[in-house]
């Protein structure tokens, strides 16, 4: 197999991941960010929102960090309604006040 037709087949399954997750996502399934890394790399993400790993990392940790921007764009790059993953992100800042 050519290597571009095995980074064509990368990108086939990378879009299919993405199409799961959206599926999740619009089923209300998804109540985690370790769910959602089952299907989206957390490095793939962190460069697909244009900002560092490390800086990811501590969002994921306090989603109050995010900016609506932030949460917007993972929203289009999943293909999914933006209010989602807003009530996503609000929800798992209630889940990590509860575990205080």
């Given at each position: ?17 993405l ?12 109540t ?46 999943i ?22």
């Amino acid at each position: 197999m050519s290597a571009g037709k095995a980074k064509a087949d990368r990108g086939g399954r990378n879009r299919q991941k993405l199409s799961y997750l959206k599926a999740e996502f619009e089923a209300e399934r998804i109540t985690s960010w370790n769910q959602v890394f089952a299907f989206y790399a957390v490095s793939t993400i962190a460069v697909d929102l244009g900002i560092h790993f490390h800086t990811f990392q501590k969002k994921v940790k306090n989603n109050r960090l995010f900016t609506l921007d932030e949460l917007i764009r993972f929203a289009e790059n999943i293909n999914v309604d933006h209010r989602i993953i807003i009530s996503f992100a609000t929800d798992q800042v209630g889940v990590k006040r509860k575990e205080l």
